[in-house]
Structures are given as structure tokens and as C-alpha cells.
């Protein structure tokens, strides 16, 4: 398999060839930010899930640029449980424009640990990725994303896939197994993400 290209500028990480995971544009200095985006389409982003509740950059980037097509698709990050709806509905999204051969998605937040991966992660079982196998590549991709939401991803899955009590139980058991062998600091990962935004 060929190596997945790269980002120098935009805070972003491919996953799979049609599928990246991170974090925002730049929120303090425009011209980095529209380097960013311009970076992003260089890389053949051609669709961004924004599910940041605190912010939407839609009216921004469709005025700069009409090669992107933006949703944005808000929600929290307090560690709450995330509604089976909120996955159905971005992940269909997905789903639909992938169904072009040419699309190639982002599914990004703030700081691109919890939030955009755990929607990416849920994109990942969707198209029949093993549980732990989407996990791994998902962290192999961006070593600081926790996927704080992937139980929720995960219980949304079981849902409309239809899994049977022996499976869910497995799967959860595996995942949280993966979790415990693959432990990561998100508090001082986000310290050092505030730091370096100046924050």
C-alpha cells in the first residue's frame, strides 16, 4: 500500500486515502488559515465535516474557496454520551459523498483529539473496518487523537448493524482492552495544543 500523504501546514491526518481526521483552521492569524485551506485542497479535501459546537467556518471557506463542500455537523466535548443520531446522520453524509470516487473527507474539531477521530472512527466501522483495526489506525494516523467517543461510535454501530449480545460484548471487551494496552495523556496533550495556540 502506498504512503498516505501528508500535511505541513493544516492540522489534519489521513486515515485512508479518502478519509482524514484533526482538528481547525487556524482561529488567530487569517493568512496561515487560508494557507491551511489551501494546503487542504492541494491534498484533494474536497468535503469537511465541522463538528465543533463552538464554531463554524462554513460562510468563511465557501467564500474562499468553492472546491470545498462543508457541513457542519456541531456537538459538545464535555464526556458525554453521544446520541446514536449524531453518528447516523454524519456518518450517512459521509457515506453519500463517498459514493463519488473523487470525494475525499475531513471529519475535524478544535484540536483534533476526540471529536472529528471519533467521527472518523465511526466512518471507519461503517465501511466494515474491525473495531480495533479502525481504532489503531485512526491513532497510527494522528498519535494524539484519544477518540474520546469511540464506545458511543461504537454502541451506534452494534445498532444498525445489527449485532448480536455475544458480539457487542466482545467488541466493547476488545476495545477497552486496546484502550488499556494503548493508553494516551490527553491532559498533557492538550496542555501542550493550548500552549502552542498561545492559549
Given at each position: 500500500m502506498s504512503e498516505l500523504p501528508s500535511f505541513e501546514l493544516a492540522n489534519?491526518?489521513?486515515?485512508?486515502?479518502?478519509?482524514?481526521?484533526?482538528?481547525?483552521?487556524?482561529?488567530?492569524?487569517?493568512?496561515?488559515?487560508?494557507?491551511?485551506l489551501g494546503e487542504l485542497v492541494a491534498r484533494g479535501?474536497?468535503?469537511?465535516?465541522?463538528?465543533?459546537?463552538?464554531?463554524?467556518?462554513?460562510?468563511?471557506?465557501e467564500r474562499?474557496?468553492?472546491?470545498?463542500?462543508?457541513?457542519?455537523?456541531?456537538?459538545?466535548?464535555?464526556?458525554q454520551r453521544?446520541?446514536?443520531?449524531?453518528?447516523e446522520s454524519g456518518v450517512t453524509w459521509v457515506e453519500e459523498v463517498l459514493e463519488d470516487p473523487d470525494a475525499v473527507v475531513l471529519t475535524h474539531?478544535?484540536?483534533?483529539?476526540?471529536?472529528?477521530?471519533?467521527?472518523?472512527?465511526?466512518v471507519l466501522l461503517a465501511q466494515g473496518s474491525d473495531v480495533v483495526d479502525a481504532l489503531a489506525a485512526v491513532r497510527a494516523a494522528r498519535p494524539i487523537a484519544a477518540v474520546a467517543y469511540a464506545e458511543d461510535a461504537?454502541?451506534?454501530?452494534?445498532?444498525?448493524?445489527?449485532?448480536?449480545?455475544?458480539?457487542?460484548?466482545?467488541?466493547r471487551a476488545r476495545l477497552k482492552a486496546w484502550r488499556r494496552e494503548n493508553p494516551l495523556d490527553v491532559v498533557r496533550?492538550?496542555?501542550?495544543?493550548?500552549?502552542?495556540?498561545g492559549g
Open positions: 489534519a491526518s489521513f486515515v485512508t486515502p479518502r478519509l482524514a481526521v484533526g482538528g481547525d483552521l487556524d482561529q488567530w492569524d487569517d493568512g496561515l488559515a487560508q494557507r491551511q479535501v474536497t468535503h469537511v465535516v465541522d463538528v465543533r459546537i463552538e464554531a463554524d467556518d462554513r460562510a468563511w471557506v474562499l474557496t468553492d472546491r470545498i463542500t462543508y457541513l457542519w455537523h456541531g456537538m459538545d466535548d464535555l464526556g453521544v446520541p446514536p443520531a449524531w453518528f474539531c478544535h484540536m483534533g483529539i476526540n471529536r472529528g477521530p471519533s467521527l472518523g472512527y465511526a461504537l454502541r451506534w454501530w452494534h445498532a444498525r448493524s445489527g449485532a448480536t449480545a455475544s458480539q457487542r460484548r466482545d467488541d496533550i492538550i496542555a501542550q495544543r493550548r500552549r502552542a495556540e
